[in-house]
Nanobody, 122 residues
């Protein structure tokens, strides 16, 4: 059974850090592109980052230099390290998997986790 489960969200002050995890079960992530997406209340879902099967990475412009996506193949997990967090980063963050190429367009992804809340507030 294919499952993706996010964890690591929470409340953090501006300038703080969080590391989100996306753990897979029922399949191995090695051959998949994994994307991170976020959706704030009243806003459209937007792509944050993605990582290819061979480790190539892509980022939304507003998070470049602050967020880092990575894989731990031994744990079948993808991470999103978020540093220098800003209030505008507040959203529900979800991970998703697809075959093929990296994209920040959510409609191309086949499998989704349920999301984890990230709140950045003083």
């Amino acid at each position: 059974q294919v499952q993706l489960v996010e964890s690591g969200g929470g409340l953090v002050q501006p300038g703080g850090s969080l590391r989100l995890s996306c753990a897979a079960s029922g399949f191995t992530l090695d051959s998949y592109v994994i994307g991170w997406f976020r959706q704030a209340p009243g806003k459209e879902r937007e792509g944050v980052s993605c990582i290819t099967s061979d480790g190539g990475t892509y980022y939304k412009d507003s998070v470049k230099g602050r967020f880092t996506i990575s894989r731990d193949k031994s744990k079948n997990t993808v991470f999103l390290q978020m540093n220098s967090l800003k209030p505008e980063d507040t959203a529900v963050y979800s991970c998703a998997a697809k075959l093929g190429a990296c994209t920040l367009y959510s409609g191309r992804y086949s499998y989704w986790g349920q999301g984890t809340q990230v709140t950045v507030s003083s």
